[in-house]
C-alpha cells in the first residue's frame, strides 16, 4: 500500500453553524433536541446545517429564525470558536458565533425547552460531544 491510499472509508465532511446568544445578564441560550432526533433529549447550541449557497452566518441567521423565531443580521454575529468532531460516519465541523442582538423571544418552535444558562453552569447540561468543547471559550468570553 502506498502512503496515497486511504486506509478507510472517506467520511463526509458535515458543515453546522451555531450560535450562543446571549442575554442581558449575560446568560446563554440552550436549546433541548426533540424527541426523534438523534441526541434526542440533550442541550445544544441553535444553529443547524449550512445549506448549498450559504455562509455560516446566513445559516445562523436563518436557523435562528426558524427554531426560534427570532431575528437578527450577520452583521450582529461575531465569530467566537469552532469545534471539529468525528461521528460515526462523519465528521462534523461547527463554527461558533456569538450573538448579543436580536429581536423578538425566543420560542422553543423546533426543541423541547429552552434555557438561559450562567456559562459557567453549561457543563450541568447534557451536550452533544461537538458541543461541549465550545464551554471554556464561552466561560472565558463572559
Known amino acids: ?3 496515497d491510499e486511504p486506509t478507510s472509508q472517506p467520511r463526509k465532511l458535515l458543515l453546522v453553524a451555531a450560535c450562543a446568544l446571549v442575554d442581558a445578564d449575560g446568560r446563554v441560550l440552550i436549546a433541548q433536541r426533540p424527541e426523534g432526533k438523534q441526541l434526542a433529549g440533550m442541550w445544544e447550541f441553535p444553529g443547524g446545517k449550512v445549506e448549498a449557497g450559504e455562509t455560516p452566518e446566513e445559516t445562523v441567521v436563518r436557523e435562528l429564525a426558524e427554531e426560534l423565531g427570532i431575528e437578527t ?40 425547552a429552552l434555557k438561559w444558562v450562567r456559562p459557567n453552569k453549561l457543563r450541568d447540561y447534557d451536550m452533544p ?8 471559550f464561552l466561560i472565558d468570553l463572559l
Open 73 to 112: 443580521k450577520t452583521a450582529c454575529l461575531a465569530p467566537l470558536t469552532f469545534a471539529s468532531h468525528s461521528y460515526e460516519g462523519f465528521n462534523l465541523l461547527m463554527p461558533l458565533f456569538v450573538c448579543r442582538r436580536f429581536w423578538g423571544t425566543p420560542q422553543p418552535l423546533e426543541h423541547q
Open 129 to 136: 460531544p461537538a458541543d461541549a468543547p465550545l464551554i471554556p
Open 1 to 3: 500500500m502506498s502512503i
